[in-house]
């Protein structure tokens, strides 16, 4: 079968199902089940007001359910079980050999670097081009243009990067940007940036902070503009300066969104994976958690260890997950 | 009248402004003009090192016309048209009804059921590679357009409930209640009043989706294996190997990759950021 066709009917199929289970399940409860007329026309229509809200919420619940709630049981069960003594339980045999080996610790403190800079350098980033933006005829324009990264794949952005740090042996010309620069600012021989152990998280980092920053200064910039004028302007009689609006008065204003972009990065700094294992593979010390996993799961075969590592990520990301519950909770309140 | 229009500022931050913006401006955008010129230069320059001067040929088409013919470029794009546009549909009609029954009927889990979808949100995927990888395998859906599209409706729509319930929660509710007052069917609330209501949030959720789904790659290289059903993503990382050298070839292929989402983002940009805004800050 022609595969747009296939696609077609998956839309059909989807469509049709949501509107036609939506549909049918209402008409039976309002008709067949509980049908309001008859002595109990009052209570049967209470009661069918109770089991609607279900109704619109099966689908997505049953989604959720199937492809999230059970695999990380299943995740949970895996790391804790030896997949080739026939899934015989083994405790914490697992997490023990992934705490003995460098390459786990090695990956640890990496992403922990990834943690600190990459939220922190996207937000600065990010608040600084929303502030020079601001002010500007053509600032949507530019904006624009900042925020583009953004809509590129982590892949797509990896290997633009490749371009920018590719390194050609010493005879021939390069063409890599870096190298290229570096030449021409009288540099003796081109570098092979990805290769030079620590200081190269630092430019995978820099692929990353390239695509978020347009994300922090979208969201930073709409705070921005929902400062009050009368704050900025008592400010300006009163004789502050530029930089003492902007640090006093405007930065405490928007201090929830900024904590707001820099805990969306984190989340997405704790799951990197594709750009790592695009640009380096973990080769040479630039190891992250998630490709830790994965390289664990497909390359190793080894499913024990690849579960407990994606346990840690799980583990990481468990403070703002509660967080963000909590919060959710006290706006309910 | 604040912000203070920068023509009316001193000389000194005036010239500031002019020339720093679009020198950090240039900088920022370097990487992408640095893979555009590329895909547009021949391998003859390429290889004399000219990338930063003018090419002394264009091959913009060819380049482009050579990538469709040593690579299932073409069968990569359409999949990932077949996997991202079925999964947005798919994704957002659930999120209306969830979000709908979340936010407008009061009943005891309706709480319960809200931090659940919150938590939801945030589980790592890693977490979830393994028993959904088996899960395919078992049911048949491994290295097939419909298991990703599946897999992708069903991960992306706790984040579209999420979305939709904060929405709808902050329509005027008085609108339902006079609906039901007058004893219009639920079913007819729903359709006439809230739906439309809602459309802003379903154009942003809409664009969202979209280039989440098409920029996805991890989900790509784990539910696929063969050629058949690879996206673009994917099919990149693929090229990529295959031309190693041929970075004219890689480039194009790339920026192939990136057409799709970032004209979605040039011509839905309002509801782009329109998305991204209630996602994050509510």
């Given at each position: 079968?022609?595969?747009?066709?296939?696609?077609?009917?998956?839309?059909?199929?989807?469509?049709?199902?949501?509107?036609?289970?939506?549909?049918?399940?209402?008409?039976?409860?309002?008709?067949?089940?509980?049908?309001?007329?008859?002595?109990?026309?009052?209570?049967?229509?209470?009661?069918?007001?109770?089991?609607?809200?279900?109704?619109?919420?099966?689908?997505?619940?049953?989604?959720?359910?199937?492809?999230?709630?059970?695999?990380?049981?299943?995740?949970?069960?895996?790391?804790?079980?030896?997949?080739?003594?026939?899934?015989?339980?083994?405790?914490?045999?697992?997490?023990?050999?992934?705490?003995?080996?460098?390459?786990?610790?090695?990956?640890?403190?990496?992403?922990?670097?990834?943690?600190?800079?990459?939220?922190?350098?996207?937000?600065?980033?990010?608040?600084?081009?929303?502030?020079?933006?601001?002010?500007?005829?053509?600032?949507?324009?530019?904006?624009?243009?900042?925020?583009?990264?953004?809509?590129?794949?982590?892949?797509?952005?990896?290997?633009?990067?490749?371009?920018?740090?590719?390194?050609?042996?010493?005879?021939?010309?390069?063409?890599?940007?870096?190298?290229?620069?570096?030449?021409?600012?009288?540099?003796?021989?081109?570098?092979?940036?990805?290769?030079?152990?620590?200081?190269?998280?630092?430019?995978?980092?820099?692929?990353?902070?390239?695509?978020?920053?347009?994300?922090?200064?979208?969201?930073?910039?709409?705070?921005?503009?929902?400062?009050?004028?009368?704050?900025?302007?008592?400010?300006?009689?009163?004789?502050?300066?530029?930089?003492?609006?902007?640090?006093?008065?405007?930065?405490?204003?928007?201090?929830?969104?900024?904590?707001?972009?820099?805990?969306?990065?984190?989340?997405?700094?704790?799951?990197?994976?594709?750009?790592?294992?695009?640009?380096?593979?973990?080769?040479?010390?630039?190891?992250?958690?998630?490709?830790?996993?994965?390289?664990?799961?497909?390359?190793?075969?080894?499913?024990?260890?690849?579960?407990?590592?994606?346990?840690?990520?799980?583990?990481?990301?468990?403070?703002?997950?509660?967080?963000?519950?909590?919060?959710?909770?006290?706006?309910?309140? | 009248?604040?912000?203070?229009?920068?023509?009316?500022?001193?000389?000194?931050?005036?010239?500031?402004?002019?020339?720093?913006?679009?020198?950090?401006?240039?900088?920022?955008?370097?990487?992408?003009?640095?893979?555009?010129?590329?895909?547009?230069?021949?391998?003859?320059?390429?290889?004399?090192?000219?990338?930063?001067?003018?090419?002394?040929?264009?091959?913009?088409?060819?380049?482009?016309?050579?990538?469709?013919?040593?690579?299932?470029?073409?069968?990569?794009?359409?999949?990932?048209?077949?996997?991202?546009?079925?999964?947005?549909?798919?994704?957002?009609?659930?999120?209306?009804?969830?979000g709908?029954?979340?936010s407008?009927?009061?009943?005891?889990?309706?709480?319960?059921?809200?931090?659940?979808?919150?938590?939801?949100?945030?589980?790592?995927?890693?977490?979830?590679?393994?028993?959904?990888?088996?899960?395919?395998?078992?049911?048949?859906?491994?290295?097939?357009?419909?298991?990703?599209?599946?897999?992708?409706?069903?991960?992306?729509?706790?984040?579209?409930?999420?979305f939709m319930r904060n929405f709808i929660k902050a329509l005027p509710q008085?609108?339902?209640?006079?609906?039901?007052?007058?004893?219009?069917?639920?079913?007819?609330?729903?359709?006439?009043?809230?739906?439309?209501l809602m459309?802003p949030a379903?154009?942003?959720?809409?664009?969202?989706?979209?280039?989440?789904?098409?920029?996805?790659?991890?989900?790509?290289?784990?539910?696929?294996?063969?050629?058949?059903?690879?996206?673009?993503?994917?099919?990149?990382?693929?090229?990529?190997?295959?031309?190693?050298?041929?970075?004219?070839?890689?480039?194009?292929?790339?920026?192939?990759?990136?057409?799709?989402?970032?004209?979605?983002?040039?011509?839905?940009?309002?509801?782009?950021?329109?998305?991204?805004?209630l996602?994050?800050v509510k």
């Amino acid at each position: 079968m022609h595969p747009a066709l296939q696609g077609l009917i998956t839309i059909i199929v989807g469509v049709g199902g949501c509107v036609g289970y939506y549909y049918l399940s209402n008409q039976f409860l309002d008709k067949v089940l509980f049908p309001a007329r008859g002595a109990n026309a009052g209570r049967n229509i209470n009661r069918a007001n109770m089991i609607r809200p279900w109704l619109f919420l099966a689908p997505a619940l049953f989604a959720l359910g199937l492809y999230l709630a059970y695999p990380v049981v299943e995740t949970l069960r895996l790391s804790l079980t030896d997949r080739d003594a026939g899934g015989a339980f083994v405790g914490g045999a697992n997490y023990a050999q992934m705490f003995a080996e460098p390459k786990f610790w090695e990956a640890m403190r990496n992403n922990m670097l990834w943690l600190i800079i990459v939220p922190a350098m996207s937000t600065a980033f990010g608040l600084l081009a929303a502030q020079l933006t601001d002010r500007l005829a053509w600032g949507n324009i530019a904006k624009s243009l900042i925020f583009m990264p953004m809509a590129i794949s982590f892949v797509g952005a990896a290997v633009i990067w490749k371009l920018v740090y590719d390194t050609r042996p010493i005879e021939q010309d390069q063409i890599g940007i870096l190298n290229a620069i570096l030449l021409s600012l009288g540099a003796e021989e081109p570098r092979t940036w990805l290769t030079i152990p620590f200081w190269n998280n630092f430019f995978l980092m820099a692929v990353l902070i390239w695509i978020q920053t347009g994300f922090a200064m979208v969201i930073l910039s709409a705070a921005l503009r929902g400062i009050p004028e009368e704050t900025v302007e008592a400010a300006i009689v009163d004789g502050a300066n530029p930089f003492q609006i902007f640090f006093r008065i405007k930065i405490p204003q928007i201090a929830g969104t900024i904590v707001v972009v820099w805990t969306t990065i984190t989340i997405v700094v704790l799951k990197v994976f594709d750009i790592v294992f695009a640009m380096t593979n973990g080769q040479w010390e630039t190891q992250v958690l998630a490709n830790y996993m994965y390289d664990k799961l497909f390359r190793a075969n080894d499913w024990g260890v690849g579960s407990a590592a994606a346990m840690i990520i799980m583990l990481l990301v468990t403070p703002i997950l509660v967080w963000n519950v909590y919060n959710a909770r006290k706006e309910m309140k | 009248m604040f912000p203070t229009p920068i023509q009316r500022t001193s000389a000194p931050s005036r010239i500031g402004y002019q020339v720093f913006l679009p020198v950090a401006m240039i900088i920022w955008l370097l990487p992408l003009i640095a893979i555009f010129m590329t895909s547009v230069r021949g391998l003859k320059d390429i290889n004399s090192g000219n990338i930063f001067g003018w090419p002394t040929e264009f091959k913009l088409i060819e380049n482009y016309i050579a990538v469709f013919e040593a690579s299932p470029a073409l069968m990569y794009l359409m999949n990932s048209f077949y996997i991202t546009i079925p999964t947005v549909i798919v994704a957002v009609s659930l999120a209306c009804l969830a979000g709908y029954g979340l936010s407008i009927y009061r009943f005891r889990l309706a709480l319960p059921l809200f931090f659940l979808f919150v938590a939801g949100n945030f589980v790592p995927f890693q977490i979830l590679m393994v028993p959904v990888r088996d899960f395919s395998v078992r049911t048949g859906l491994y290295d097939t357009i419909q298991g990703q599209v599946l897999f992708h409706a069903a991960f992306q729509t706790g984040f579209c409930t999420l979305f939709m319930r904060n929405f709808i929660k902050a329509l005027p509710q008085e609108l339902i209640e006079a609906a039901r007052v007058e004893g219009v069917s639920e079913l007819k609330i729903f359709w006439y009043v809230v739906i439309p209501l809602m459309r802003p949030a379903i154009a942003a959720l809409a664009v969202l989706i979209f280039t989440f789904v098409w920029n996805d790659f991890f989900w790509a290289t784990v539910l696929t294996q063969g050629e058949t059903a690879k996206p673009i993503t994917a099919g990149v990382r693929a090229l990529n190997g295959q031309f190693v050298a041929n970075w004219h070839l890689v480039s194009a292929a790339s920026l192939l990759a990136a057409v799709p989402p970032v004209a979605m983002f040039f011509l839905m940009q309002r509801h782009f950021i329109a998305g991204l805004t209630l996602g994050a800050v509510k």
